[in-house]
Protein backbone atom coordinates (compact mmCIF):
# COMPACT_ATOMS: atom_id res chain seq x y z
CA UNK A 1 0.00 0.00 0.00
CA UNK A 2 1.21 3.38 -1.07
CA UNK A 3 0.63 5.53 2.45
CA UNK A 4 2.16 8.43 1.20
CA UNK A 5 -0.64 8.78 -1.98
CA UNK A 6 -3.11 6.95 0.39
CA UNK A 7 -2.94 9.97 2.89
CA UNK A 8 -2.74 12.27 0.58
CA UNK A 9 -5.94 11.65 -1.25
CA UNK A 10 -7.76 11.29 2.26
CA UNK A 11 -5.98 15.14 3.21
CA UNK A 12 -7.49 16.34 -0.03
CA UNK A 13 -11.23 14.57 0.18
CA UNK A 14 -11.99 15.40 3.96
CA UNK A 15 -11.59 19.54 2.96
CA UNK A 16 -8.18 19.81 3.38
CA UNK A 17 -6.08 20.54 6.47
CA UNK A 18 -7.76 23.67 6.83
CA UNK A 19 -11.12 21.92 7.37
CA UNK A 20 -9.79 19.49 9.83
CA UNK A 21 -9.97 20.63 13.59
CA UNK A 22 -8.46 17.39 15.03
CA UNK A 23 -7.14 14.15 13.93
CA UNK A 24 -6.50 10.82 15.43
CA UNK A 25 -7.07 7.29 15.31
CA UNK A 26 -7.60 4.18 16.98
CA UNK A 27 -7.05 0.41 15.94
CA UNK A 28 -8.89 0.71 12.49
CA UNK A 29 -10.16 4.53 12.25
CA UNK A 30 -9.11 7.99 11.21
CA UNK A 31 -11.07 10.03 13.73
CA UNK A 32 -11.41 13.51 12.24
CA UNK A 33 -13.27 16.46 14.04
CA UNK A 34 -13.65 18.76 11.01
CA UNK A 35 -15.02 22.00 10.87
CA UNK A 36 -17.34 21.73 8.14
CA UNK A 37 -18.73 18.29 7.31
CA UNK A 38 -20.63 18.75 3.99
CA UNK A 39 -16.80 19.47 2.18
CA UNK A 40 -15.80 15.73 2.22
CA UNK A 41 -16.00 13.96 -0.81
CA UNK A 42 -17.16 10.56 0.84
CA UNK A 43 -18.27 8.46 -2.19
CA UNK A 44 -14.84 9.06 -3.37
CA UNK A 45 -13.13 8.24 -0.32
CA UNK A 46 -15.41 4.56 -0.07
CA UNK A 47 -14.14 3.96 -3.95
CA UNK A 48 -10.56 4.32 -2.78
CA UNK A 49 -8.57 1.62 -2.66
CA UNK A 50 -7.24 1.09 1.04
CA UNK A 51 -10.32 2.42 2.23
CA UNK A 52 -12.95 0.13 3.97
CA UNK A 53 -15.33 2.42 4.65
CA UNK A 54 -16.71 5.95 6.11
CA UNK A 55 -18.44 6.63 8.65
CA UNK A 56 -19.99 10.13 10.30
CA UNK A 57 -21.12 9.39 13.88
CA UNK A 58 -20.45 10.52 17.26
CA UNK A 59 -19.13 14.07 16.29
CA UNK A 60 -16.72 12.59 14.07
CA UNK A 61 -15.97 11.61 10.13
CA UNK A 62 -14.09 8.58 10.12
CA UNK A 63 -12.55 7.13 7.88
CA UNK A 64 -11.89 2.90 8.50
CA UNK A 65 -8.33 2.00 7.07
CA UNK A 66 -7.64 -1.48 8.94
CA UNK A 67 -4.40 -2.87 10.87
CA UNK A 68 -2.06 -0.10 8.34
CA UNK A 69 -4.37 3.03 10.60
CA UNK A 70 -1.04 4.01 11.90
CA UNK A 71 1.00 4.04 9.52
CA UNK A 72 -1.46 6.36 7.10
CA UNK A 73 -2.10 8.30 10.08
CA UNK A 74 1.79 9.27 10.51
CA UNK A 75 1.97 9.85 6.70
CA UNK A 76 -0.92 12.51 7.20
CA UNK A 77 0.59 13.83 9.68
CA UNK A 78 4.11 14.40 8.34
CA UNK A 79 2.01 15.76 5.32
CA UNK A 80 0.02 18.27 7.88
CA UNK A 81 2.47 18.80 10.91
CA UNK A 82 -0.14 20.40 12.90
CA UNK A 83 -2.62 17.86 13.14
CA UNK A 84 -2.88 15.39 16.29
CA UNK A 85 -5.11 14.33 18.58
CA UNK A 86 -3.85 17.35 20.59
CA UNK A 87 -4.72 19.74 18.36
CA UNK A 88 -7.09 22.68 19.20
CA UNK A 89 -10.56 23.00 17.94
CA UNK A 90 -11.82 25.94 16.38
CA UNK A 91 -15.22 27.66 15.74
CA UNK A 92 -18.22 26.46 16.80
CA UNK A 93 -18.91 22.98 17.95
CA UNK A 94 -22.94 22.22 17.12
CA UNK A 95 -23.05 18.67 17.67
CA UNK A 96 -25.34 17.32 20.04
CA UNK A 97 -25.13 16.61 23.91
CA UNK A 98 -24.96 12.99 23.23
CA UNK A 99 -22.35 13.21 20.56
CA UNK A 100 -20.40 15.11 22.45
CA UNK A 101 -20.04 12.89 25.45
CA UNK A 102 -19.30 9.89 23.02
CA UNK A 103 -16.10 11.75 21.59
CA UNK A 104 -15.11 12.73 25.17
CA UNK A 105 -15.64 8.96 26.39
CA UNK A 106 -13.58 7.59 23.26
CA UNK A 107 -10.43 10.32 24.12
CA UNK A 108 -10.46 9.25 27.79
CA UNK A 109 -10.40 5.64 27.07
CA UNK A 110 -8.90 5.02 23.90
CA UNK A 111 -5.42 6.12 24.93
CA UNK A 112 -4.95 3.80 28.43
CA UNK A 113 -7.03 0.41 26.78
CA UNK A 114 -3.20 -0.60 26.25
CA UNK A 115 -2.30 -0.48 29.71
CA UNK A 116 -5.18 -1.82 31.07
CA UNK A 117 -5.21 -5.00 28.79
CA UNK A 118 -1.72 -5.44 29.33
CA UNK A 119 -2.15 -5.47 32.89
CA UNK A 120 -5.06 -8.35 32.52
CA UNK A 121 -3.37 -10.36 30.15
CA UNK A 122 -0.50 -10.73 32.57
CA UNK A 123 -3.01 -11.61 35.29
CA UNK A 124 -4.44 -14.36 33.37
CA UNK A 125 -1.00 -15.44 32.31
CA UNK A 126 -0.53 -15.82 36.48
CA UNK A 127 -3.39 -17.59 37.09
CA UNK A 128 -2.55 -19.95 34.49
CA UNK A 129 0.24 -20.94 36.01
CA UNK A 130 -0.94 -20.86 39.27
CA UNK A 131 -4.13 -23.66 37.81
CA UNK A 132 -1.28 -25.86 36.46
CA UNK A 133 0.71 -25.86 39.75
CA UNK A 134 3.95 -23.75 38.13
CA UNK A 135 3.63 -21.01 40.07
CA UNK A 136 2.37 -20.84 43.93
CA UNK A 137 0.19 -18.56 44.81
CA UNK A 138 2.33 -18.10 48.28
CA UNK A 139 5.40 -17.75 46.37
CA UNK A 140 7.30 -14.11 46.11
CA UNK A 141 6.98 -14.78 42.08
CA UNK A 142 3.63 -14.92 42.47
CA UNK A 143 3.91 -11.48 44.14
CA UNK A 144 5.98 -9.75 42.10
CA UNK A 145 4.00 -10.73 38.82
CA UNK A 146 0.82 -9.66 40.80
CA UNK A 147 2.27 -6.31 41.78
CA UNK A 148 3.59 -5.99 38.47
CA UNK A 149 -0.15 -7.23 36.92
CA UNK A 150 -2.19 -4.89 39.68
CA UNK A 151 0.00 -1.61 38.95
CA UNK A 152 -2.09 -0.31 36.16
CA UNK A 153 -5.77 -0.89 37.67
CA UNK A 154 -4.40 0.54 41.29
CA UNK A 155 -2.72 3.41 39.65
CA UNK A 156 -5.87 3.91 36.88
CA UNK A 157 -6.52 7.21 38.12
CA UNK A 158 -3.47 8.83 37.22
CA UNK A 159 -3.88 7.50 33.80
CA UNK A 160 -7.42 8.51 33.37
CA UNK A 161 -6.04 11.89 34.71
CA UNK A 162 -3.28 12.09 32.18
CA UNK A 163 -5.98 11.09 29.43
CA UNK A 164 -8.50 13.29 30.51
CA UNK A 165 -6.53 16.27 30.53
CA UNK A 166 -5.25 15.81 27.08
CA UNK A 167 -9.22 15.70 25.96
CA UNK A 168 -10.37 18.40 28.38
CA UNK A 169 -7.62 20.43 27.45
CA UNK A 170 -5.84 21.59 30.85
CA UNK A 171 -2.23 20.45 32.25
CA UNK A 172 -1.33 16.98 32.27
CA UNK A 173 0.71 16.72 35.31
CA UNK A 174 -1.91 18.81 37.45
CA UNK A 175 -4.04 16.68 36.59
CA UNK A 176 -1.59 13.77 37.11
CA UNK A 177 -1.13 15.41 40.65
CA UNK A 178 -4.68 14.91 41.71
CA UNK A 179 -4.64 11.57 40.70
CA UNK A 180 -1.64 11.25 42.90
CA UNK A 181 -3.82 12.91 46.09
CA UNK A 182 -6.22 10.17 45.78
CA UNK A 183 -4.13 7.89 45.40
CA UNK A 184 -1.58 9.03 48.23
CA UNK A 185 -0.44 6.59 50.90
CA UNK A 186 -1.30 8.39 53.94
CA UNK A 187 -3.94 9.62 52.66
CA UNK A 188 -5.33 5.58 52.35
CA UNK A 189 -4.09 5.38 56.05
CA UNK A 190 -6.33 8.24 57.33
CA UNK A 191 -8.99 6.06 55.65
CA UNK A 192 -8.56 3.01 56.87
CA UNK A 193 -8.14 4.39 60.39
CA UNK A 194 -11.10 7.11 59.82
CA UNK A 195 -13.61 4.72 62.11
CA UNK A 196 -10.76 4.68 65.11
CA UNK A 197 -9.94 8.50 65.18
CA UNK A 198 -13.85 9.35 64.42
CA UNK A 199 -13.72 10.73 60.70
CA UNK A 200 -11.44 12.68 58.82
CA UNK A 201 -11.89 16.50 57.98
CA UNK A 202 -10.22 19.18 56.25
CA UNK A 203 -10.49 23.01 57.58
CA UNK A 204 -13.50 21.52 59.01
CA UNK A 205 -14.87 20.02 56.18
CA UNK A 206 -15.67 16.34 56.53
CA UNK A 207 -13.70 14.07 54.24
CA UNK A 208 -15.48 10.69 53.40
CA UNK A 209 -13.37 7.79 54.24
CA UNK A 210 -13.40 6.52 50.45
CA UNK A 211 -10.47 4.80 48.60
CA UNK A 212 -10.38 5.75 45.19
CA UNK A 213 -7.34 3.17 43.65
CA UNK A 214 -8.79 1.08 40.49
CA UNK A 215 -11.83 3.95 40.18
CA UNK A 216 -12.93 5.89 37.43
CA UNK A 217 -15.47 8.53 37.76
CA UNK A 218 -13.84 10.85 40.74
CA UNK A 219 -10.72 11.25 38.74
CA UNK A 220 -12.70 12.33 35.20
CA UNK A 221 -15.09 14.81 36.87
CA UNK A 222 -12.43 15.87 39.01
CA UNK A 223 -9.87 16.83 36.24
CA UNK A 224 -13.19 18.08 34.10
CA UNK A 225 -13.71 20.31 36.97
CA UNK A 226 -9.90 21.34 37.08
CA UNK A 227 -10.50 22.27 33.52
CA UNK A 228 -12.46 25.02 34.50
CA UNK A 229 -10.46 26.44 37.88
CA UNK A 230 -7.51 26.52 35.86
CA UNK A 231 -8.63 29.14 33.75
CA UNK A 232 -9.80 31.08 36.00
CA UNK A 233 -6.62 30.68 38.42
CA UNK A 234 -4.58 32.32 35.51
CA UNK A 235 -6.74 35.32 34.98
CA UNK A 236 -6.32 36.15 38.76
CA UNK A 237 -3.25 35.28 38.94
CA UNK A 238 -0.35 38.37 38.69
CA UNK A 239 1.54 38.43 35.84
CA UNK A 240 4.75 38.53 38.01
CA UNK A 241 3.67 35.20 40.16
CA UNK A 242 2.05 33.32 37.80
CA UNK A 243 4.71 30.83 37.44
CA UNK A 244 3.95 29.53 41.06
CA UNK A 245 0.95 30.74 42.02
CA UNK A 246 -1.49 29.51 38.87
CA UNK A 247 -0.52 25.74 39.72
CA UNK A 248 -0.52 26.85 43.65
CA UNK A 249 -4.67 27.96 43.11
CA UNK A 250 -5.65 25.36 40.79
CA UNK A 251 -4.68 22.08 42.97
CA UNK A 252 -5.56 23.91 46.30
CA UNK A 253 -8.96 24.34 45.21
CA UNK A 254 -9.23 21.23 42.82
CA UNK A 255 -7.88 19.15 45.64
CA UNK A 256 -10.14 20.16 47.80
CA UNK A 257 -12.94 19.81 46.19
CA UNK A 258 -12.01 16.48 44.80
CA UNK A 259 -11.56 14.57 48.07
CA UNK A 260 -14.38 16.75 49.64
CA UNK A 261 -17.22 16.79 47.12
CA UNK A 262 -16.01 15.07 43.53
CA UNK A 263 -14.47 12.14 44.75
CA UNK A 264 -17.26 10.92 47.08
CA UNK A 265 -19.95 11.43 44.17
CA UNK A 266 -18.03 9.90 41.23
CA UNK A 267 -17.94 7.00 44.16
CA UNK A 268 -21.77 7.13 44.68
CA UNK A 269 -22.26 7.11 40.92
CA UNK A 270 -20.23 4.43 40.56
CA UNK A 271 -21.66 2.11 43.18
CA UNK A 272 -25.00 3.00 41.75
CA UNK A 273 -24.02 1.47 38.00
CA UNK A 274 -22.48 -1.42 39.61
CA UNK A 275 -25.23 -2.17 42.05
CA UNK A 276 -27.42 -1.52 39.22
CA UNK A 277 -26.20 -4.01 36.94
CA UNK A 278 -25.54 -6.19 39.63
CA UNK A 279 -29.46 -6.51 40.43
CA UNK A 280 -30.31 -6.76 36.35
CA UNK A 281 -27.51 -10.14 36.76
CA UNK A 282 -29.41 -11.46 39.68
CA UNK A 283 -32.61 -11.00 37.85
CA UNK A 284 -31.72 -12.11 34.18
CA UNK A 285 -28.29 -12.67 34.23
CA UNK A 286 -28.82 -13.89 30.58
CA UNK A 287 -30.32 -10.30 29.16
CA UNK A 288 -27.41 -7.59 28.60
CA UNK A 289 -24.67 -10.27 27.11
CA UNK A 290 -27.52 -11.22 24.36
CA UNK A 291 -28.20 -7.76 23.66
CA UNK A 292 -24.80 -6.92 23.38
CA UNK A 293 -24.01 -10.33 21.70
CA UNK A 294 -26.73 -8.90 18.90
CA UNK A 295 -27.22 -5.84 18.42
CA UNK A 296 -22.84 -4.31 19.25
CA UNK A 297 -22.21 -4.25 15.33
CA UNK A 298 -25.33 -1.73 15.16
CA UNK A 299 -23.72 0.13 18.29
CA UNK A 300 -20.59 0.30 16.73
CA UNK A 301 -21.45 1.65 13.34
CA UNK A 302 -22.93 4.55 15.20
CA UNK A 303 -20.18 4.86 17.33
CA UNK A 304 -22.40 4.35 20.66
CA UNK A 305 -20.54 1.70 21.95
CA UNK A 306 -18.06 3.81 23.45
CA UNK A 307 -20.31 4.62 25.86
CA UNK A 308 -21.18 0.85 27.57
CA UNK A 309 -17.09 0.15 27.42
CA UNK A 310 -16.67 2.30 30.52
CA UNK A 311 -18.98 0.51 32.12
CA UNK A 312 -17.46 -3.23 31.99
CA UNK A 313 -14.20 -1.24 33.17
CA UNK A 314 -16.19 -0.16 36.17
CA UNK A 315 -17.17 -3.57 36.99
CA UNK A 316 -13.97 -4.67 36.95
CA UNK A 317 -12.86 -1.86 39.12
CA UNK A 318 -15.43 -2.63 41.79
CA UNK A 319 -15.99 -6.10 41.71
CA UNK A 320 -12.90 -7.50 40.10
CA UNK A 321 -14.45 -8.98 37.01
CA UNK A 322 -17.57 -8.18 34.38
CA UNK A 323 -20.39 -10.36 33.76
CA UNK A 324 -21.94 -8.66 31.18
CA UNK A 325 -19.99 -6.02 28.98
CA UNK A 326 -17.45 -7.70 27.37
CA UNK A 327 -18.94 -11.50 27.10
CA UNK A 328 -21.76 -10.23 25.03
CA UNK A 329 -18.79 -8.06 22.89
CA UNK A 330 -17.05 -11.03 22.78
CA UNK A 331 -19.70 -13.09 21.16
CA UNK A 332 -20.56 -10.16 18.84
CA UNK A 333 -17.11 -9.70 17.74
CA UNK A 334 -16.51 -13.49 16.86
CA UNK A 335 -19.84 -13.77 15.12
CA UNK A 336 -18.56 -10.66 13.04
CA UNK A 337 -15.73 -11.91 12.19
CA UNK A 338 -17.15 -15.42 11.40
CA UNK A 339 -19.81 -14.12 9.05
CA UNK A 340 -17.18 -12.32 7.55
CA UNK A 341 -15.13 -15.69 6.64
CA UNK A 342 -18.45 -17.17 5.71
CA UNK A 343 -18.81 -14.34 2.25
CA UNK A 344 -15.14 -14.89 2.11
CA UNK A 345 -15.64 -19.01 1.49
CA UNK A 346 -18.75 -18.54 -0.91
CA UNK A 347 -18.06 -15.77 -2.99
CA UNK A 348 -17.36 -16.53 -6.26
CA UNK A 349 -15.45 -13.10 -6.60
CA UNK A 350 -11.66 -13.28 -6.27
CA UNK A 351 -11.77 -9.29 -4.84
CA UNK A 352 -14.75 -9.96 -2.23
CA UNK A 353 -12.92 -13.13 -1.17
CA UNK A 354 -9.96 -11.77 -0.42
CA UNK A 355 -11.41 -8.68 1.51
CA UNK A 356 -13.82 -10.99 3.43
CA UNK A 357 -11.22 -13.22 4.77
CA UNK A 358 -8.83 -10.95 5.66
CA UNK A 359 -11.19 -9.15 7.27
CA UNK A 360 -12.76 -12.07 8.69
CA UNK A 361 -9.53 -12.81 10.43
CA UNK A 362 -8.70 -9.79 12.13
CA UNK A 363 -12.75 -9.80 13.67
CA UNK A 364 -12.45 -13.30 15.17
CA UNK A 365 -8.86 -11.60 16.45
CA UNK A 366 -11.42 -8.74 18.14
CA UNK A 367 -10.84 -5.66 15.71
CA UNK A 368 -14.06 -5.98 13.56
CA UNK A 369 -14.50 -2.60 11.88
CA UNK A 370 -12.96 -4.13 9.07
CA UNK A 371 -15.17 -6.84 8.45
CA UNK A 372 -18.42 -4.57 9.72
CA UNK A 373 -18.10 -1.99 7.32
CA UNK A 374 -16.41 -3.66 4.67
CA UNK A 375 -18.38 -6.95 4.59
CA UNK A 376 -21.14 -7.03 6.18
CA UNK A 377 -22.57 -3.74 6.30
CA UNK A 378 -22.62 -3.53 2.77
CA UNK A 379 -23.50 -7.05 1.42
CA UNK A 380 -25.98 -6.87 4.51
CA UNK A 381 -27.12 -10.81 4.72
CA UNK A 382 -23.78 -11.26 6.50
CA UNK A 383 -24.86 -8.57 8.87
CA UNK A 384 -27.86 -10.55 10.13
CA UNK A 385 -25.61 -14.04 10.47
CA UNK A 386 -23.64 -12.15 12.60
CA UNK A 387 -26.34 -10.79 14.91
CA UNK A 388 -27.88 -13.89 15.52
CA UNK A 389 -24.66 -15.95 16.02
CA UNK A 390 -23.42 -13.04 18.31
CA UNK A 391 -26.92 -13.00 20.23
CA UNK A 392 -27.04 -16.99 20.83
CA UNK A 393 -23.33 -16.76 21.97
CA UNK A 394 -24.13 -14.09 24.48
CA UNK A 395 -27.51 -16.07 25.99
CA UNK A 396 -24.38 -18.76 26.39
CA UNK A 397 -22.19 -16.46 28.22
CA UNK A 398 -25.02 -14.81 30.21
CA UNK A 399 -26.55 -17.90 31.70
CA UNK A 400 -23.23 -19.27 32.20
CA UNK A 401 -22.80 -15.90 33.89
CA UNK A 402 -19.22 -15.54 32.17
CA UNK A 403 -16.07 -13.38 34.43
CA UNK A 404 -13.63 -11.32 32.55
CA UNK A 405 -11.10 -10.51 34.37
CA UNK A 406 -8.99 -8.69 31.84
CA UNK A 407 -10.74 -6.05 28.89
CA UNK A 408 -8.53 -5.53 25.93
CA UNK A 409 -10.09 -6.45 22.52
CA UNK A 410 -13.22 -8.53 22.60
CA UNK A 411 -11.74 -11.40 20.98
CA UNK A 412 -10.13 -14.55 20.24
CA UNK A 413 -6.71 -13.79 21.46
CA UNK A 414 -8.43 -11.78 24.62
CA UNK A 415 -9.48 -15.20 25.81
CA UNK A 416 -7.00 -15.24 28.50
CA UNK A 417 -8.95 -12.61 30.17
CA UNK A 418 -11.41 -15.13 31.30
CA UNK A 419 -8.98 -17.15 33.46
CA UNK A 420 -9.18 -15.47 36.71
CA UNK A 421 -10.36 -16.51 40.36
CA UNK A 422 -7.29 -19.60 40.02
CA UNK A 423 -10.51 -21.42 37.42
CA UNK A 424 -10.54 -22.35 33.89
CA UNK A 425 -14.43 -22.50 34.68
CA UNK A 426 -15.23 -18.94 32.98
CA UNK A 427 -12.17 -19.34 30.37
CA UNK A 428 -14.19 -22.67 28.97
CA UNK A 429 -17.41 -21.04 29.16
CA UNK A 430 -16.55 -17.97 27.44
CA UNK A 431 -14.72 -20.31 24.86
CA UNK A 432 -18.01 -22.28 24.92
CA UNK A 433 -19.91 -19.05 23.98
CA UNK A 434 -17.37 -17.93 21.59
CA UNK A 435 -17.18 -20.83 19.48
CA UNK A 436 -21.56 -20.93 19.50
CA UNK A 437 -21.21 -17.82 17.85
CA UNK A 438 -19.05 -18.47 14.97
CA UNK A 439 -20.33 -21.80 14.29
CA UNK A 440 -23.90 -19.91 14.12
CA UNK A 441 -22.92 -16.74 12.42
CA UNK A 442 -21.00 -19.09 9.61
CA UNK A 443 -24.04 -21.60 9.00
CA UNK A 444 -26.08 -18.75 8.85
CA UNK A 445 -24.28 -16.14 6.62
CA UNK A 446 -23.36 -19.26 4.30
CA UNK A 447 -26.82 -20.12 3.98
CA UNK A 448 -28.48 -17.00 3.01
CA UNK A 449 -25.10 -14.74 1.36
CA UNK A 450 -25.80 -14.51 -2.10
CA UNK A 451 -23.27 -12.95 -4.48
CA UNK A 452 -23.58 -10.22 -5.88
CA UNK A 453 -22.50 -10.66 -8.87
CA UNK A 454 -25.07 -13.52 -9.07
CA UNK A 455 -27.83 -10.91 -8.25
CA UNK A 456 -27.00 -8.92 -10.77
CA UNK A 457 -26.96 -11.78 -13.45
CA UNK A 458 -30.22 -12.58 -12.54
CA UNK A 459 -31.66 -9.75 -12.48
CA UNK A 460 -30.28 -9.29 -16.36
CA UNK A 461 -31.89 -12.59 -17.33
CA UNK A 462 -35.36 -11.29 -15.97
CA UNK A 463 -35.26 -7.63 -17.69
CA UNK A 464 -33.17 -6.90 -20.85
CA UNK A 465 -32.61 -3.38 -19.79
CA UNK A 466 -32.50 -1.16 -16.72
CA UNK A 467 -31.69 2.00 -18.10
CA UNK A 468 -29.83 4.75 -16.21
CA UNK A 469 -31.80 5.93 -12.68
CA UNK A 470 -31.34 9.80 -13.28
CA UNK A 471 -34.08 9.50 -15.89
CA UNK A 472 -37.67 10.71 -14.79
CA UNK A 473 -39.09 7.50 -15.36
CA UNK A 474 -36.09 5.30 -13.72
CA UNK A 475 -36.09 3.02 -16.07
CA UNK A 476 -38.60 1.87 -18.40
CA UNK A 477 -37.65 -1.76 -18.41
CA UNK A 478 -39.28 -4.20 -15.74
CA UNK A 479 -39.36 -7.91 -14.30
CA UNK A 480 -41.64 -9.85 -14.63
CA UNK A 481 -42.93 -9.20 -11.16
CA UNK A 482 -45.05 -5.79 -10.13
CA UNK A 483 -42.43 -3.55 -9.81
CA UNK A 484 -43.30 -0.93 -6.87
CA UNK A 485 -42.81 3.04 -8.00
CA UNK A 486 -42.76 5.46 -4.96
CA UNK A 487 -43.20 9.34 -5.50
CA UNK A 488 -42.08 11.89 -3.41
CA UNK A 489 -43.73 12.75 -0.27
CA UNK A 490 -42.25 16.21 -0.40
CA UNK A 491 -41.47 19.30 -1.74
CA UNK A 492 -37.18 19.80 -1.62
CA UNK A 493 -34.34 18.26 -3.05
CA UNK A 494 -33.74 14.80 -3.21
CA UNK A 495 -30.28 13.70 -1.80
CA UNK A 496 -28.51 10.23 -1.64
CA UNK A 497 -28.64 8.65 1.88
CA UNK A 498 -25.12 9.15 2.22
CA UNK A 499 -25.57 12.62 2.86
CA UNK A 500 -28.00 12.12 6.12
CA UNK A 501 -25.65 12.82 9.30
CA UNK A 502 -26.70 9.30 10.56
CA UNK A 503 -25.34 5.65 10.20
CA UNK A 504 -28.43 4.31 10.32
CA UNK A 505 -29.31 5.95 7.38
CA UNK A 506 -26.39 6.40 5.72
CA UNK A 507 -24.92 3.03 5.91
CA UNK A 508 -28.81 1.87 4.70
CA UNK A 509 -28.61 -0.08 7.85
CA UNK A 510 -32.60 0.18 7.89
CA UNK A 511 -32.68 -0.13 4.53
CA UNK A 512 -32.60 1.44 1.05
CA UNK A 513 -34.08 4.48 -0.33
CA UNK A 514 -32.90 8.52 -0.88
CA UNK A 515 -33.53 11.42 1.30
CA UNK A 516 -34.82 14.41 0.86
CA UNK A 517 -34.32 18.13 1.71
CA UNK A 518 -37.96 19.60 2.54
CA UNK A 519 -39.23 23.03 1.08
CA UNK A 520 -42.07 23.39 2.76
CA UNK A 521 -43.64 21.25 6.45
CA UNK A 522 -45.83 18.33 4.68
CA UNK A 523 -45.07 15.04 3.64
CA UNK A 524 -47.64 13.31 1.37
CA UNK A 525 -48.36 9.30 1.21
CA UNK A 526 -45.43 8.49 -1.63
CA UNK A 527 -47.13 4.66 -2.37
CA UNK A 528 -50.52 3.20 -2.10
CA UNK A 529 -51.01 1.74 0.96
CA UNK A 530 -52.12 0.91 5.03
CA UNK A 531 -50.09 2.96 7.95
CA UNK A 532 -48.53 0.25 9.95
CA UNK A 533 -46.27 2.55 12.24
CA UNK A 534 -47.12 6.09 14.12
CA UNK A 535 -44.79 7.27 16.90
CA UNK A 536 -45.56 9.58 20.27
CA UNK A 537 -43.07 12.22 18.38
CA UNK A 538 -44.98 12.04 15.62
CA UNK A 539 -41.66 12.81 13.60
CA UNK A 540 -42.03 9.56 11.56
CA UNK A 541 -44.32 6.86 9.78
CA UNK A 542 -44.21 3.88 8.40
CA UNK A 543 -46.20 2.26 5.40
CA UNK A 544 -46.80 -1.16 3.80
CA UNK A 545 -48.29 -1.82 0.46
CA UNK A 546 -50.84 -4.50 -0.48
CA UNK A 547 -47.36 -6.13 -2.14
CA UNK A 548 -45.77 -6.20 1.57
CA UNK A 549 -43.45 -3.41 0.40
CA UNK A 550 -42.48 -1.92 4.02
CA UNK A 551 -41.44 1.83 3.40
CA UNK A 552 -40.53 4.24 6.36
CA UNK A 553 -40.43 8.23 6.30
CA UNK A 554 -38.61 9.69 9.17
CA UNK A 555 -38.80 13.63 9.06
CA UNK A 556 -35.47 15.13 10.57
CA UNK A 557 -32.42 13.87 11.90
CA UNK A 558 -32.73 13.48 16.01
CA UNK A 559 -35.64 15.08 16.01
CA UNK A 560 -37.50 12.74 18.59
CA UNK A 561 -36.27 14.45 20.61
CA UNK A 562 -38.35 17.23 20.42
CA UNK A 563 -41.15 15.07 21.73
CA UNK A 564 -44.19 15.94 19.28
CA UNK A 565 -43.60 19.43 19.14
CA UNK A 566 -43.76 21.06 16.12
CA UNK A 567 -45.37 17.97 14.41
CA UNK A 568 -49.37 17.21 13.68
CA UNK A 569 -50.07 13.73 12.44
CA UNK A 570 -53.15 13.65 9.56
CA UNK A 571 -53.72 10.12 9.58
CA UNK A 572 -53.78 7.22 12.22
CA UNK A 573 -52.19 3.65 12.22
CA UNK A 574 -54.18 1.02 10.40
CA UNK A 575 -55.86 3.93 8.03
CA UNK A 576 -55.69 3.37 4.42
CA UNK A 577 -54.18 5.70 2.35
CA UNK A 578 -53.43 6.73 -1.60
CA UNK A 579 -50.38 8.38 -2.93
CA UNK A 580 -50.89 12.33 -2.74
CA UNK A 581 -53.16 11.84 0.68
CA UNK A 582 -51.70 14.27 3.33
CA UNK A 583 -49.41 12.32 6.02
CA UNK A 584 -47.61 15.03 8.56
CA UNK A 585 -47.83 18.12 8.55
CA UNK A 586 -44.65 20.24 10.64
CA UNK A 587 -43.45 23.47 11.48
CA UNK A 588 -39.86 23.35 9.34
CA UNK A 589 -39.03 26.59 10.33
CA UNK A 590 -39.42 25.96 14.85
CA UNK A 591 -37.60 22.66 13.77
CA UNK A 592 -34.45 24.16 11.83
CA UNK A 593 -34.48 26.84 15.00
CA UNK A 594 -34.13 24.57 17.68
CA UNK A 595 -31.20 23.14 16.09
CA UNK A 596 -31.99 20.09 14.10
CA UNK A 597 -31.10 18.66 10.98
CA UNK A 598 -34.28 18.44 8.87
CA UNK A 599 -33.31 16.31 6.09
CA UNK A 600 -35.95 13.52 5.71
CA UNK A 601 -34.81 9.55 4.53
CA UNK A 602 -37.40 7.85 2.63
CA UNK A 603 -36.31 4.14 2.90
CA UNK A 604 -37.57 -0.02 2.31
CA UNK A 605 -37.28 -0.81 5.29
CA UNK A 606 -37.83 -4.57 3.84
CA UNK A 607 -34.88 -3.86 0.97
CA UNK A 608 -33.44 -7.11 1.07
CA UNK A 609 -36.59 -8.37 -0.76
CA UNK A 610 -35.69 -6.61 -3.88
CA UNK A 611 -33.24 -7.72 -6.32
CA UNK A 612 -32.73 -3.78 -7.39
CA UNK A 613 -33.56 -0.23 -6.06
CA UNK A 614 -32.97 2.59 -8.44
CA UNK A 615 -33.20 5.86 -7.06
CA UNK A 616 -33.42 9.48 -8.47
CA UNK A 617 -31.38 11.39 -6.70
CA UNK A 618 -29.34 15.38 -7.02
CA UNK A 619 -32.79 17.22 -8.33
CA UNK A 620 -35.15 18.98 -7.45
CA UNK A 621 -38.80 17.38 -6.54
CA UNK A 622 -42.02 17.99 -6.14
CA UNK A 623 -45.20 16.14 -4.66
CA UNK A 624 -45.70 12.88 -7.01
CA UNK A 625 -42.64 12.82 -8.82
CA UNK A 626 -41.28 9.28 -9.28
CA UNK A 627 -38.24 8.81 -6.86
CA UNK A 628 -37.53 5.39 -6.47
CA UNK A 629 -38.53 1.95 -8.13
CA UNK A 630 -38.29 -1.25 -6.47
CA UNK A 631 -37.76 -4.67 -8.50
CA UNK A 632 -38.34 -7.78 -6.83
Known amino acids: MDYKKLASTILGEVGGEKNINALGHCAT ?47 ITHQAPGLDDEGEETGEDDRSAVAKVIDTITGIFTPILPAITAAGMLQAVLSVLVVFNLVSNESQTYQVVQFMADSAFYFLPILLAMSSAQKFKTNAYLAAMIGGILLHPNFIAMVENAEATGGISL ?163 GITEPALYGVNLRYKTPLIGAMIGGGVGGLYTGIMRVRNFAGGSPGLLTLPGYIGDDTLEFFINASIGAAISIVIAFAVTYMIFKDPQSSEDELAKDSEAVTDPQ ?8 TEKTTETIVSPMKGEAVDLVEVNDGMFSEEILGKGLAIRPDEGLVKAPVEGTVTAVFDSKHAIGITTDSGMELLIHVGIDTVQLNGEGYEYVVEKGQRVAAGDNLITFDLNFIIDQGFDTITPVVITNSADYQDILNLTNLDVDFGDKIIRAMP
Open 29 to 75: RLRFNLKDNKKPNTDTLKNTPGIMGVVSKGGQYQVIIGSDVGSVYRE
Open 203 to 365: FGLPVSPITYSSSVIPIILSVWFMSYVEPIADRVSPKAIKFFSKPLITIAVVGTVAIVAIGPLGHFVSDIISSGIQGLENIAPWLVPTILGAFTPLMVATGTHYGIVPIGINNRMVNGFDTVIYPGMLTSNVGQGAAALAVGFKSKDSTIKQLASSAGLTGLF
Open 471 to 478: ASELGSAV
